[in-house]
Every structure is written in C-alpha cells, then in structure tokens.
C-alpha cells in the first residue's frame, strides 16, 4: 500500500464496512479483480474525514456503514469488460432493472476512470445507532436508476430525510456529493485529484 494510504477501519474506531466488490453481492455478482480482502482503504486525509463525518453522524443518532473506498484501476477495467458481456441477468433485477449494461456507462453509473482509484471517494449509508438498523434510504448501493439520484421522486418522506441526513454529514465534513448517487461523496480537498492507482486491496 502506498504511503499516505491505510485501511479505514484502523483510523476510524467503530466505523462499520461491508467491502461489495470483495464479495458476491455486488452487480458484476462475483468478487471483483483487485479486492483480496473484505477491507476498505482510504488516504489518510479521507480517514480523517471520515472521523469528523462519523462524530457528525452520531449527533444525529446516526453511526456510518462502507460500501467502498479506493477501488483499483483493474477493478474499473473489470467493470468495463463486464458491460460489454452477454447479460445473464443474474444481478439486472437488483442494480439496473430499466437499463442494459452499457447503458451504465452512458449514463453515469459506472466511469472510465473512477474517483474510487484516486483514494479519496468513499460510498456508503447510514444505521441508526441505537439498533443497528440500516437507515432506509429508498434503494439499495449501486441500484443504477433514476431514483438513486439526488432529489428523486417516489421516494417516502422518511428515506429522502434520511438521504438529506446523509448529504449533510458528509457536506459538513469537506466532502461533495455526487447527483447519480445518494451513497457516492468525494473529498473536496482530495490528495491525489489527478493520480489513478492500481495497487490491490489485501
């Protein structure tokens, strides 16, 4: 791992994860090149950030849940070879039920060069603190539709509040937002805004 980089779990006490693309359970439905172990790996500067956003949270009742962090170029490469495939409709249902896949790059959902491989974008959700319940949020990680955007319709009261929760922990801490996907925020101030890396997550 390069220096300025850490696993996030290590410098952000109690923070919660479940690495999808170290897993099945994610919309390729298998795991994905480059992650060799269900752990997520940040900068430091995203760790600290993290910090500020995970305090943040729990004024609000709230604790923080990681889906990812640095993602590897070749996972993003994987991404891209695996939208060109023949769909088998294995994961359609659950992550692009009106779209075909390569409509996932047309419209946003999944980048050539993704923030993911410069250490410092970070996708993740809310749980409530007092049952570990995971907050609703009107659809699932990587659910690529249009009622993942920000702001979308047909979404209950209670899971746009929750969205808004969401966008202002993260926007208090240094972090913006990305409009395709309520889970998906970037550092502002990232320290590696033009640098793609490739080293494994293990």
């Known amino acids: 791992m390069p220096d300025g980089f850490g696993y996030v779990d290590e410098h952000v006490p109690g923070i919660r994860w479940d690495a999808k693309y170290a897993t099945w359970d994610n919309f390729t439905g298998r795991p994905v090149d480059g992650y060799l172990a269900n752990r997520v790996v940040g900068t430091l500067a995203l760790c600290a950030a993290l910090c500020r956003a995970q305090e943040h949270a729990a004024s609000l009742g709230f604790g923080l849940l990681l889906w990812d962090g640095y993602r590897p170029q070749r996972a993003v490469d994987r991404f891209l070879q695996w939208s060109r495939e023949p769909d088998d409709g294995r994961t359609k249902w659950r992550h692009y ?11 946003g959902y999944v980048a050539t060069r993704s923030g993911h491989s410069r250490g410092s974008t970070v996708d993740l959700t809310l749980f409530r603190l007092v049952t570990g319940d995971l907050a609703a949020m009107g659809g699932d990680h990587d659910l690529m539709d249009p009622v993942s955007h920000h702001g979308a319709r047909g979404v209950t009261p209670v899971a746009t509040a929750n969205r808004r929760h969401l966008r202002s922990v993260m926007e208090a801490c240094g972090f913006a937002a990305y409009e395709c996907e309520w889970w998906h925020y970037t550092l502002r101030d990232e320290p590696h805004p033009d640098t793609y890396f490739d080293f494994p997550v293990a």
């Open 97 to 107: 039920p009106n779209i075909d896949r390569p409509a996932m790059i047309e419209q």
